[in-house]
C-alpha cells in the first residue's frame, strides 16, 4: 500500500515500504517502463523525514533502469533496515512517444 506524501510533506508523490516497492517495480518492468530514479524518505512514527538519499537513470532501456532502481533499494534496505519509503519516477511510452508520469 502507497503512502501518499502530500499531505505530510506537500509533495506529489506517492511512497512505499521495501516489500511493496519491489511488487511496484516488477508491475514497471511488466509495463516496460523506465525508471528514471527515485527518493528515499524515513518514517518515524507517523512522521515522514527527507533523508536527501536518491538515485537517477538516464538513457531509455526499461531492464538496465529496473536493475539500477532494484540494486539502489535493495542496497539500502540491506544497509537501513525497513524505516524508509521509497518514491518512483517513472517514464512510460505511448505510441512511440515518451510521457513522465506522475508518482
Not at 528515499?40 to 529496473?66: A, C, M, P, Q, R
Not at 540491506?78 to 505511448?94: G, P, S
Request: hydrophobic content about 35%; proline content about 1%.
Amino acid at each position: 500500500m502507497g503512502i501518499f506524501l502530500r499531505e505530510k510533506i506537500g509533495v506529489y508523490e506517492i511512497g512505499w515500504k521495501f516489500d511493496d516497492v519491489i511488487k511496484v517495480l516488477d508491475i514497471i518492468k511488466e509495463k516496460e517502463m523506465t525508471v528514471l530514479g527515485g527518493d528515499v524518505y524515513e518514517l518515524n512514527g507517523d512522521e515522514i523525514i527527507i533523508t536527501y538519499d536518491s538515485w537517477s537513470f538516464s538513457g531509455s532501456n526499461f531492464i538496465k533502469s529496473f536493475e539500477k532502481a532494484s540494486k539502489y533499494i535493495n542496497n539500502y534496505y540491506k544497509n537501513n533496515e525497513d524505516n524508509f519509503i521509497y518514491t518512483l519516477v517513472v517514464q512510460i511510452q505511448q505510441n512511440n512517444t515518451q510521457k513522465s508520469a506522475p508518482n
